[in-house]
């Protein structure tokens, strides 16, 4: 199986601990990986912001990068959805791009990890992993619950999930809006961190960078000790103790 | 229409947000009530099913407005209710008033109605000598306190019980520093019934206007639209058109929905019908469009008419519960306004549909499944191409995607993160920067990871 890895373009620059994670994680579990080097963004920057119709040229470098590849994988969850619901349906990569996480759990169907990770984690559900590609269950829906990121880390030994007051409330990251609304953001982000410091969390989780980045320059402005890390971190750790 | 005195919603939620503590409490207070949706809708069975029910005869009413306008017309004609239909918020004012002037009727009491507030018919009817009273409770504290409601369902919701006993105090006569709730709804009750008994003619909103019969249906938790209606010689109704259903069966879907989703109560205390005037009575009804039916014609917006007003889009909006219902700066906050309002003018509310992180929470509570948060991304599209986004955001939104849409430019730089800290604007450690204000920034790494990859995979 020939996976194509797209790593967001702000993980590629800011967090390559987690590309490096996706990458080793999904060749462990068996997977031919290609990493296509001349591949930037998905273009969701632009088009969340009004400016979708700027974004025809890096949907088409998109294509260009992984028409190849059987699968395309990717550790951003809003990344994903934005090429699902943005490439041209003709060139067939909304149906061959996943998520990290619903790539193990619904591609390669795996029940086990040989992961270990002793520290109390809160899993932060971000939105368009949850919402748009329905990764887990939402609380609004009257409908049995289920969570792909807590299938998976549930199979990590030594970890202690935490439970949280608002399970799937969003972060307030929102791609511009993190800088135009500042105000709203910043205390949306703040009341998360919040949520996840009162259950005892020591590490927040989560398969969307961007919203763990966020919540990251929030724990470190306020000096708090508890840290983020991507789940393709914590999926593909051997911590003993 | 113009667009003087704009206001913008970061702005204002900025202003919200100076009071962190006030904001808790906000917060808390609509999620206590999004809590309640959610336990009122898990007891009944079927819930996804009842809501993708009423979504569906909502999209009928929309596919088929002209028929079931005239057959409402009809209908309540035959039942001896006068119909009137207004164009616009202006011909609406102007239907109101002429009814009081023929009744020479210089006072009013009206209950709920989002549509006069969308039409500003409290100020018409002012401007023109005539009182109006608003008899929900909620929205005669916002009216005392000459604010606007800052939610549609819960007008008043902004404000502390302590501040609502010292606004009494003002104006009804209240013990300074009596907060109880009890005690000030009494005196609010002893206030609002002689208006009651006084006043002669009485204005409703509409919740559900039945084709099929003619009648139409009122919903509140306080009676006030029945004791206002049945006091009065003159009752008049407003509603806008997509307020229509089929039949009077339907109900049995609407009426499940709408208490559960707005406050998690299984029905309003009040569900009353009106169908034909009781003897001596005359009873109006104004149909108003007021760029309704200009909305109908836009393929991705129309079925925003769907909505049924329960504000739980409001409830559940983290931002909403964060900014508070007047940094919406319209009659109709909440998410669901901000897909509504820019219909009526797209410069005043180009702001609204930016106003949200597209989580999407408002679209899965909504009782008649309105896609709200792909349709606040959708606006967002025809804003910025109509030419209402700053130009400065438009040159950096092209830089970056040149950038983007360019490999070669993108690895230029050859340094992980240089072109991000230069470009991207969360990247600039400065006191201009809106995301170092309350945050740091991420600690850019010795290498990118496709750096990393050249040197530890072979390519």
């Known amino acids: 199986m020939r996976v194509g890895l797209f790593i967001p373009c702000y993980v590629d620059q800011f967090y390559p601990q987690v590309g490096i994670a996706t990458l080793e994680l999904l060749e462990k579990l068996g997977c031919t990986v290609v990493y296509p080097p001349d591949q930037t963004c998905c273009g969701q920057p632009m088009a969340n912001s009004g400016f979708e119709h700027l974004t025809g040229e890096c949907t088409n470098l998109f294509v260009k990068n992984f028409n190849e590849f059987d699968y395309i994988v990717s550790p951003s969850g809003s990344c994903v959805l934005h090429i699902k619901e943005h490439s041209h349906e003709t060139a067939g990569i909304h149906n061959k791009i996943y998520e990290l996480v619903e790539f193990l759990t619904d591609i390669l169907n795996i029940d086990h990890l040989d992961a270990s990770f002793p520290y109390r984690v809160g899993l932060h559900q971000s939105c368009h992993g949850q919402r748009g590609l329905h990764l887990a269950q939402m609380s609004e829906l009257m409908a049995p619950p289920f969570s792909k990121p807590a299938q998976l880390l549930n199979m990590v030994k030594k970890i202690q999930l935490i439970d949280l007051d608002r399970k799937d409330e969003c972060c307030g990251f929102g791609g511009t809006f993190c800088v135009a609304e500042e105000a709203v953001s910043v205390k949306m982000g703040k009341d998360r961190v919040a949520d996840h410091a009162k259950h005892g969390a020591e590490i927040i989780t989560g398969s969307d960078m961007s919203c763990l980045m966020h919540l990251e320059g929030i724990l470190r402005r306020q000096k708090s000790p508890v840290t983020v890390k991507h789940i393709a971190e914590i999926l593909n750790s051997n911590i003993e103790s | ?459």
């Open chain 2, 1 to 459: 229409m113009s667009s003087e005195n704009h206001k913008d919603h970061a702005a204002l939620a900025a202003k919200f947000n100076k009071d962190e503590a006030r904001v808790d409490w906000h917060d808390q207070t609509l999620w206590f009530v999004r809590a309640k949706r959610d336990k009122a809708a898990a007891a009944v069975p079927d819930w996804e099913l009842l809501r993708d029910t009423a979504s569906r005869i909502k999209e009928n009413v929309l596919s088929n407005l002209s028929e079931y306008l005239r057959q409402f017309e009809e209908a309540a004609t035959r039942n001896g209710i006068m119909v009137h239909w207004a164009a616009d918020a202006k011909e609406h004012n102007d239907i109101v008033l002429g009814i009081l002037r023929k009744h020479k009727v210089d006072r009013m009491v009206k209950s709920k109605s989002m549509l006069t507030e969308e039409c500003h018919l409290n100020e018409y009817l002012k401007e023109n000598g005539v009182e109006v009273i608003d008899t929900d409770l909620g929205e005669r504290v916002v009216q005392l306190a000459d604010e606007p409601p800052s939610h549609i369902v819960l007008p008043c919701i902004h404000w502390k019980k302590e501040e609502i006993g010292q606004l009494f105090h003002e104006h009804l006569g209240t013990p300074e520093g009596n907060a109880d709730p009890r005690f000030l709804t009494h005196a609010a009750r002893l206030h609002l019934r002689e208006k009651f008994l006084t006043r002669r003619a009485a204005l409703t909103g509409v919740n559900f206007a039945v084709a099929e019969t003619g009648e139409f249906v009122v919903c509140t938790n306080e009676g006030n639209a029945d004791m206002g209606a049945h006091l009065a010689d003159v009752h008049i109704a407003c509603m806008g058109i997509e307020k229509l259903i089929p039949q009077r069966r339907h109900l049995g879907v609407f009426l499940r929905l709408l208490t559960r989703s707005a406050t998690g109560q299984p029905i309003t205390t009040y569900s009353s019908h009106f169908k034909r005037p009781r003897p001596g009575q005359e009873m109006h009804i104004v149909l108003v469009d007021n760029g309704r039916s200009t909305h109908l014609g836009r393929k991705d917006f129309r079925n925003s008419l769907k909505c049924i007003r329960c504000a739980a889009c409001f409830n559940t909006c983290p931002v909403y519960r964060r900014s508070g219902g007047h940094s919406y700066h319209t009659a109709v906050a909440g998410p669901i306004g901000s897909i509504l309002s820019p219909n009526l003018d797209r410069k005043k509310y180009s702001d609204l549909p930016f106003a949200s992180t597209l989580c999407g929470s408002c679209s899965n509570v909504c009782p008649v499944k309105i896609d709200i948060h792909e349709q606040l991304y959708k606006w967002r599209q025809v804003i910025v191409q109509e030419g209402n986004a700053a130009a400065a955001k438009t040159a950096a939104m092209k830089t970056m995607t040149w950038v983007l849409s360019n490999p070669g430019v993108y690895h230029a730089s050859g340094k992980a993160g240089r072109w991000f800290m230069l470009n991207v604007p969360f990247t600039v450690k400065n006191k201009w920067n809106a995301w170092y204000l309350q945050r740091e920034l991420p600690e850019p790494p010795k290498q990118s990871f496709g750096q990393w990859y050249k040197k530890n995979r072979k390519v």
